[in-house]
């Protein structure tokens, strides 16, 4: 692309065009307007990579989000820029290391969840039920006992409350609205519209995060820290005569929103995502069934050991995880300094989208990238391969934090469901459609409807 072809062009909020018409046009990298707001989109896993990786530091920004910009401001873990983000991202690295990132202790406490999490399904009796509710609690409960240092009942209505505000926010800024403001939200701000609700939403969920906080403050030993927010509250009060700390109470509040909302919605949206894509590929279902009983067998519950042994599950998880494609434009990054990147000076604090779709639906890596095919990840001798396209957690130094939990969340909670039950629907695998109820910086699918069958055992019951 040359430089004149580097220009304005003026689009809808359709991000979908940045992979076919406009990166046909103009290439790889090129500007659109969101209003007035000029914002340059990466195409393509190379591209992403070398801004990402290669230019770690220069693409390390943190762009806004309009609809929660007023909730954050520049606070936070994930939204946080400069010093405040080198400071809050080492310290959550290695609190979340120390209460189990990487560790056995989370492996148990999502094999413990598992457990609860088949009990409930077997209340069902194979009625069909939505899968919303149990997905996010089963999925929250891992990052609240890291966080908050406890696990709460499935019918906890406080919880419940949470989990329900957390769905309706990411639906919410997903939603055909919520694109219309971030074209226009220096006018559209001072209106009633889903931007206010968002807010609301959220600054209930801080209320909730407050309130566990000064439990916590009341009943915390220096000497013996529970979860990160003990850990968090020991730096505070470590901190408290430097004047300018980042461990300050607003921190500790918008960190622990960002790593309760990560923790949850991401991963218990690919799990609904997951199972609709297995009701419309019964013969793929079937075939993880099998290695399921090959490997692990009936009567222990799955570890993160049997992965190694189980190429064709990971290639579906894998391949769930590619084809659902849940933030397609990725996470708003910024660049911190005047950035020369292919040919074009990119100036200080200029907003950029790594169009992560367009790495995941890339015909050079994916041989059929719009259809649900577990051979993407698959060699030919059935081994797991890697692809230096599959990027749903994006990369560098903004990688998603908690991504070893995810990973070991969705496979432990798929064999965990496999192996216990199969899976039904009233809908036809041939009428199942994955259209999602809400596109925009996520992707929320379709609601549906699915029975959890329980396997006839021998003796006893499994997990």
């Known amino acids: ?18 992979k076919n018409k406009f990166r046909e046009k103009y290439g790889d990298v090129f500007t659109v307007y969101l209003g007035s707001r000029p914002v340059v989109m990466l195409c393509g896993a190379e591209t992403i990579r070398e801004a990402l990786v290669d230019q770690a530091g220069a693409f390390s920004g943190r762009g806004p989000i309009a ?13 946080a820029n400069g010093e405040r983000w080198k400071a809050l991202r080492r310290f959550s690295l290695a609190t ?9 202790s989370v492996e148990e406490r999502i094999q413990e969840e598992a457990k609860f999490m088949v009990a409930e399904l077997r209340k069902s009796q194979g009625s069909l039920v939505d899968p919303v509710l149990l997905f996010h609690s089963v999925t929250a409960n891992i990052i609240c006992s890291i966080v908050f240092g406890e696990r709460f009942d499935y019918k906890d209505p406080q919880f419940l409350r949470m989990l329900d505000l957390m769905y309706k926010s990411f639906t919410l800024a997903s939603s055909f609205s919520s694109q219309v403001f971030e074209l226009f939200s220096s006018i559209l701000k001072h209106f009633p519209g889903t931007h206010r609700e ?6 209930e969920i801080n209320t909730f995060i407050d309130q566990s906080v000064k439990k916590h403050h009341e ?36 960190t622990s929103l960002s790593l309760f909302f990560a923790g949850t919605e991401t991963t218990s949206t690919t799990l609904r995502y997951g199972f609709l894509f297995l009701l419309k590929y019964p013969h793929i279902t079937e075939r993880v069934q099998k290695e399921i009983e090959q490997v692990i067998g009936s009567h222990r519950q799955p570890a993160l050991e049997d992965r190694t042994k189980m190429p064709y599950t990971e290639a579906v998880i894998c391949e769930i995880q590619r084809f659902a494609d ?15 990147f292919r040919g074009f000076v990119l100036p200080k604090n200029t907003e950029v989208y790594t169009v992560l779709t367009t790495a995941l639906h890339d015909s050079c890596h994916f041989e059929k990238p719009d259809t649900f095919n577990p051979d993407h990840f698959l060699d030919a001798k059935g081994s797991l391969k890697k692809s ?9 130094k903004r990688l998603c934090l908690g991504e070893g939990i995810a990973h070991a969340e969705l496979f432990l909670f798929f064999t965990t469901i496999l192996q216990n039950f199969s899976i039904t629907s009233p809908v036809a695998p ?6 999602p109820q809400e596109f925009g910086i996520g992707r929320v699918p379709p609601a549906y409807k699915i029975s959890f069958l329980p396997h006839m055992m021998d003796s006893g019951q499994r997990n």
């Open 326 to 340: 849940l933030l397609p434009i990725g996470v708003p990054h910024m660049v911190t300094k005047d950035t020369a």
């Open 96 to 104: 979340m290391r120390d209460f189990g990132m990487g560790k056995r």
């Open 1 to 18: 692309m040359s430089k004149e072809e580097y220009r304005k062009c003026k689009v809808n909020v359709d991000y979908t065009k940045c």
């Open 198 to 203: 968002i807010y609301k939403n959220l600054q």
């Open 67 to 79: 609809a929660v910009e007023s909730l954050f401001q520049g606070y936070g873990l994930a939204f």
């Open 430 to 435: 041939e009428d199942i459609d994955f259209t």
């Open 388 to 396: 230096p396209a599959f990027i749903p957690f994006s990369m560098g």
């Open 219 to 254: 009943t915390l030993d220096p000497s013996s820290p529970r979860d990160f927010i003990d850990a968090f509250l020991i730096r505070m009060d470590k901190d408290k005569s430097d004047q300018n700390t980042e461990f300050h109470h607003k921190n500790l509040i918008l």
